[in-house]
């Protein structure tokens, strides 16, 4: 940046722009002008959906700001099944920028729901403490509240063809719905937590992770942490469930996902588990490609299959109970 000469140049993304460089002089930056447009050639190929933006009023009184994309070549008049994504942290947030796993999931045919419940960034201090020592609590009702705004004020989406997905606090909550309502037709569980005993002191975020979210240290209350873990929920669960977790997760150590497969496939329970070798808790940003892309199919299959949308003849893996890439 020129601040003398009263200029900058700067990278920036939008919903349907993964990212360019533009300029803009810092007087007036209002008139920014575009410097590159690296992904011409593949955009152009492509179908993209813009967002659209809404709110609701949770009951907490907390505004809570949430996203819909619908199919880029949705038709009005048709119903369209939807999968709820829910964003890791749960201090991260959605924001107004490109999201290329939201994008493919539309184009797959599927409306996408993404909210920032409580707990989320960018609202304030007081909205990023509302989930903590509450996990499984307020989130869980924020997120339900979202699907239900839809459901009800957006006729194009099929009330009876739901499914959920998450990676890591995403993924926590992920399993801690299908432990708590059989709404959800399908989902997927992405380098989650589903046990608080086993968690503490053993991830990479911190042996003081769980006292600050959770409230406690493993030996004041080891009850507490064991209320909040989806894995006591693994007898309520009939939703079909697909864990994926890289074998080198050091946020989220495989045995998370482990636990919770062995748990639900003790019982006869719906699901799967695929493992990625030599992959970390970054797979979905920047892991290895081919494996980035075998995840996202992974996916997608899943949530078509339980569906009734794939192809005659069943998905690639059907039939296989834990896949390693």
């Given at each position: ?11 920036a993304s939008s919903p ?7 300029y803009a002089?810092?007087s007036?930056l209002?008139?920014e002008?575009?410097?590159t447009?690296?992904?011409?050639e593949?955009?152009?190929?492509i179908?993209l959906s813009?967002p659209?933006?809404f709110?609701f009023?949770n ?10 994309l ?6 009005e008049?048709?119903k ?7 964003h ?19 184009a797959?045919g ?6 920032n419940?409580r707990?989320s960034?960018?609202?304030?201090q007081?909205f990023?403490?509302a989930?903590?020592?509450d996990?499984g ?6 997120l339900m509240?979202?699907?239900d705004?839809?459901v009800?004020?957006?006729d194009?989406?099929?009330p009876d063809?739901?499914v959920?997905t998450g ?7 992920t399993n801690w ?5 059989s ?6 569980t ?6 608080w005993l086993s968690f503490?002191?053993?991830?990479d975020?911190g042996y003081?992770?769980t006292k600050?979210?959770i409230?406690n240290?493993?030996?004041e ?6 209320q ?14 697909l ?6 997760d050091?946020?989220c150590p ?5 636990q919770?497969f062995?748990a639900?496939?003790q019982?006869g329970?719906p699901?799967?588990?695929?493992r990625?070798?030599k992959?970390?808790?970054n797979?979905?940003r920047?892991?290895d490609p081919g494996?980035?892309v075998n995840?996202?199919?992974?996916i ?8 009734g949308?794939?192809e005659?003849g069943?998905?690639?893996h059907e039939?296989i109970?834990a896949?390693?890439?």
């Amino acid at each position: 940046m020129d601040v003398e000469n009263d200029y900058a140049v700067f990278a920036a993304s939008s919903p349907t722009v993964p990212g360019d460089l533009f300029y803009a002089s810092l007087s007036n930056l209002s008139e920014e002008v575009r410097l590159t447009d690296v992904n011409e050639e593949l955009l152009s190929s492509i179908s993209l959906s813009q967002p659209e933006e809404f709110t609701f009023i949770n009951d907490e009184g907390f505004r809570v700001q949430s996203w819909l994309l619908k199919p880029p070549h949705y038709t009005e008049g048709s119903k369209y099944p939807m999968v709820l994504e829910i964003h890791g942290g749960p201090h991260a947030m959605y924001g107004n920028t490109f999201f290329h796993e939201l994008q493919l999931l539309a184009a797959s045919g599927y409306v996408v729901l993404y909210s920032n419940p409580r707990g989320s960034y960018g609202y304030g201090q007081q909205f990023v403490k509302a989930c903590m020592e509450d996990y499984g609590g307020g989130d869980y009702r924020d997120l339900m509240a979202a699907v239900d705004h839809v459901v009800t004020h957006c006729d194009f989406v099929d009330p009876d063809q739901l499914v959920v997905t998450g990676g890591s606090y995403g993924g926590y909550m992920t399993n801690w719905i299908v432990g708590h309502t059989s709404r959800f037709k399908a989902a997927v569980t992405q380098r989650s937590i589903s046990n608080w005993l086993s968690f503490y002191s053993v991830s990479d975020i911190g042996y003081y992770f769980t006292k600050w979210e959770i409230g406690n240290h493993l030996w004041e209350d080891p009850e507490k942490l064991w209320q909040h873990s989806p894995l006591r929920l693994s007898s309520k669960v009939e939703t079909p469930l697909l864990i994926l977790h890289g074998e080198e997760d050091f946020r989220c150590p495989i045995e998370q996902g482990e636990q919770l497969f062995i748990a639900l496939k003790q019982q006869g329970k719906p699901v799967k588990f695929v493992r990625f070798p030599k992959s970390d808790h970054n797979l979905s940003r920047n892991g290895d490609p081919g494996l980035r892309v075998n995840r996202l199919q992974y996916i997608v299959s899943w949530f078509d299959d339980h569906l009734g949308q794939a192809e005659q003849g069943g998905s690639l893996h059907e039939n296989i109970a834990a896949d390693r890439i």
